[in-house]
T-cell receptor, first 115, second 112 residues
Framework: EPEVTQTPSHQVTQMGQEVILRCVPISNHLYFYWYRQILGQKVEFLVSFYNNEISEKSEIFDDQFSVERPDGSNFTLKIRSTKLEDSAMYFC?????????????FGPGTRLTVL | SQQGEEDPQALSIQEGENATMNCSYKTSINNLQWYRQNSGRGLVHLILIRSNEREKHSGRLRVTLDTSKKSSSLLITASRAADTASYFCATPGGTSYGKLTFGQGTILTVHP
C-alpha cells in the first residue's frame, strides 16, 4: 500500500542552524501538508501546498519556515534559523483531494530536537 | 473551546472489552476523521465520515456522527492489546478545507 515517507526520522541541531525536513508524498496525491506536534500537545497545522504554491498557512508558519517541491516527488520543510521551541515531531501528509474526500495520509514523522 | 475535543482523556480497559471515545466540535464540517497514534509514532488514518453520513463501519471500528449535536464517537469492539494508542478526531477547516484541526486525543490502554 502506498505510504508517505519522511527523512530523517530524527534530527538534532543547534539553535540558529537551518534544517530541512524531507517528505515523499503518495505519488498520485496533489495536496501536501506539514503539521507539528510538540511533546504532549495537539497536532497543529502548519501549511498546505497545492499546485506549487502555499494554499494556507497557520500563524506558526512565519518567515523562518518555507516549503518547496523541488522535483516531482519530494516535498520539503525548511526552518531557516531554528529556535528551542521548534523542537517537535513534524509530520508530512498528503491527500488526493480536498473537501468531502479529504483523507489525509501522514508520514511517520521527523523528531526535531533543537539544542 | 477548541475544535475537536475528545473525551475521555484516558481510557483503560481489558482485552475483549469495547472502547468508546467521543469527540465534539464547534463549527460546521463536511467530514470528520479519526486517527490513531502509537506512542512516538506517526498518525494512522482510521476512518472518514462525511457530514451526510450517520454511521460508518470499518472492521472492528464503528464511527457515528451527529451533526445536530456536533459530536462523533469511535467504538472499538473486542479490543486487543495492540489497540493501545492515542486516538484523535480531526475536522477540516480553513479557507480551503485542507487544514485539519486535531483534538487533544484519548489515550487508550488495553490490558491483556
Amino acid at each position: 500500500e502506498p505510504e508517505v515517507t519522511q527523512t530523517p526520522s530524527h534530527q538534532v541541531t543547534q539553535m540558529g542552524q537551518e534544517v530541512i525536513l524531507r517528505c515523499v508524498p503518495i505519488s498520485n496525491h496533489l495536496y501536501f501538508y506539514w503539521y507539528r506536534q510538540i511533546l504532549g500537545q495537539k497536532v497543529e497545522f502548519l501549511v498546505s501546498f497545492y499546485n506549487n504554491e502555499i494554499s494556507e498557512k497557520s500563524e506558526i508558519f512565519d518567515d523562518q519556515f518555507s516549503v518547496e517541491r523541488p522535483d516531482g516527488s519530494n516535498f520539503t520543510l525548511k526552518i531557516r534559523s531554528t529556535k528551542l521551541e521548534d523542537s517537535a515531531m513534524y509530520f508530512c501528509a498528503s491527500s488526493e483531494a480536498l473537501g468531502l474526500n479529504n483523507e489525509q495520509f501522514f508520514g511517520p514523522g521527523t523528531r526535531l530536537t533543537v539544542l | 473551546s477548541q475544535q475537536g475535543e475528545e473525551d475521555p482523556q484516558a481510557l483503560s480497559i481489558q482485552e475483549g472489552e469495547n472502547a468508546t471515545m467521543n469527540c465534539s466540535y464547534k463549527t460546521s464540517i463536511n467530514n470528520l476523521q479519526w486517527y490513531r497514534q502509537n506512542s512516538g509514532r506517526g498518525l494512522v488514518h482510521l476512518i472518514l465520515i462525511r457530514s451526510n453520513e450517520r454511521e460508518k463501519h470499518s472492521g472492528r471500528l464503528r464511527v457515528t456522527l451527529d451533526t445536530s449535536k456536533k459530536s462523533s464517537s469511535l467504538l472499538i469492539t473486542a479490543s486487543r492489546a495492540a489497540d493501545t494508542a492515542s486516538y484523535f478526531c480531526a475536522t477540516p477547516g480553513g479557507t480551503s478545507y485542507g487544514k485539519l484541526t486535531f483534538g487533544q486525543g484519548t489515550i487508550l490502554t488495553v490490558h491483556p
